[in-house]
């Protein structure tokens, strides 16, 4: 009988992997990092030093065609160490794919809410931006990014309320 379990359960397990290939050439999700210079948005007088970065990574699942949710979760250095924020956001994005003729350049849009944390506090924001990504190989390519956030307190973030990033990593599937 315990043979007969085992038998059962050894093809159900070879059927199983069967219905888990996908025929279409498409791709359903995708990780990133990144990391890149910021232009800073101030409230008041901008400083004249320190390193303007802003790092991190995130992913992309695709439910429609090009269409997909994300997670992200950076962070932002604007001057000294105490000028800089964390960042986590839940994004919409819209890869712009071509089924019939697939091109390495695949153009994308991104944007959602995103929360901002630093120096005891946080605040609710948003980010919008777009970018290409340029495959190299099948799951690897080079992602060139431009995005803005918007809504940073100057608890958080002081004397910016917002940046734009301009961003370079790899993204990978």
């Known amino acids: 009988m315990k043979t007969l379990v085992a038998k059962v359960a050894l ?3 070879a059927s199983a992997s069967v219905f888990a290939q996908n025929a279409e050439p498409h791709y359903r999700g995708q990780g990133y990092v990144f ?3 910021i232009a800073a948005i101030y409230a008041g007088p901008a400083p004249n030093s320190g390193l303007q970065i802003n790092t991190g990574a995130g ?3 695709l439910l429609y065609r090009g269409l997909g949710v994300g997670l992200e979760a ?3 250095r604007s ?3 105490y000028q800089s924020v964390g960042i986590g956001s839940f994004d919409f994005c ?3 794919i071509n089924q019939k003729h697939p091109s390495k350049v695949e153009p994308f849009a991104v944007g959602g809410p995103s929360v901002f944390f630093g120096n005891g506090g946080h605040s609710t924001g948003c980010n919008a931006g777009g970018g290409i990504n340029l495959w190299l190989t099948r799951h690897m390519a ?3 990014e431009i995005r803005d956030h918007s809504g940073i307190s100057a608890f958080e973030f002081p004397g910016r ?3 734009v990033a301009f961003r370079v990593g790899v993204t990978f599937r």
């Open 11 to 13: 093809l159900f397990l």
């Open 35 to 37: 990391v890149g210079p």
């Open 59 to 61: 992913g992309e699942v």
């Open 74 to 76: 950076g962070y932002a």
């Open 79 to 81: 001057g000294n160490v």
């Open 94 to 96: 819209y890869h712009y």
């Open 142 to 144: 080079l992602r060139f």
């Open 161 to 163: 309320i917002g940046f």
